[in-house]
Nanobody, 123 residues
Framework: QVQLVESGGGVVQPGGSLRLTCAVS????????AGWFRQAPGKEREFVAA????????YYTDSVKGRFTISRDNAKNTAYLQMNSLKPEDVAVYYC????????????????WGQGTQVTVSS
């Protein structure tokens, strides 16, 4: 059974940093592209970043470019999202997901999901 478990969320001040981790079990992560999404209260789940199965290519939504970095360690079956210069508008539950074709930004195209981790940015 596939399981994705996110961790690393929390409360930070504006300008602060967090590193989210997505640990995958039951599936070999190196076979799949991986992505991060987020969902703020009252809003739809939105794409944040994705990384190719071998880690050699990434893409981001415009609002996080230059601040967030997605990475992966296939040997550890783990994906990461480093978030710097956090803003109040980054507040959301963050989810990792795997299984979509390269270039996808739509949640429906990802097959497996974690349960999410809350990120709060507040002074």
């Amino acid at each position: 059974q596939v399981q994705l478990v996110e961790s690393g969320g929390g409360v930070v001040q504006p300008g602060g940093s967090l590193r989210l981790t997505c640990a995958v079990s039951g599936r070999t992560l190196s076979n799949y592209n991986a992505g991060w999404f987020r969902q703020a209260p009252g809003k739809e789940r939105e794409f944040v970043a994705a990384i190719r199965w071998n880690g050699d290519s990434t893409y981001y939504t415009d609002s996080v470019k230059g601040r967030f970095t997605i990475s992966r360690d296939n040997a550890k079956n783990t994906a990461y999202l480093q978030m710097n210069s956090l803003k109040p508008e980054d507040v959301a539950v963050y989810y990792c997901a795997v299984g979509a074709r390269w270039g996808s930004r739509h949640p429906a195209e990802y097959r497996d999901w974690g349960q999410g981790t809350q990120v709060t940015v507040s002074s």
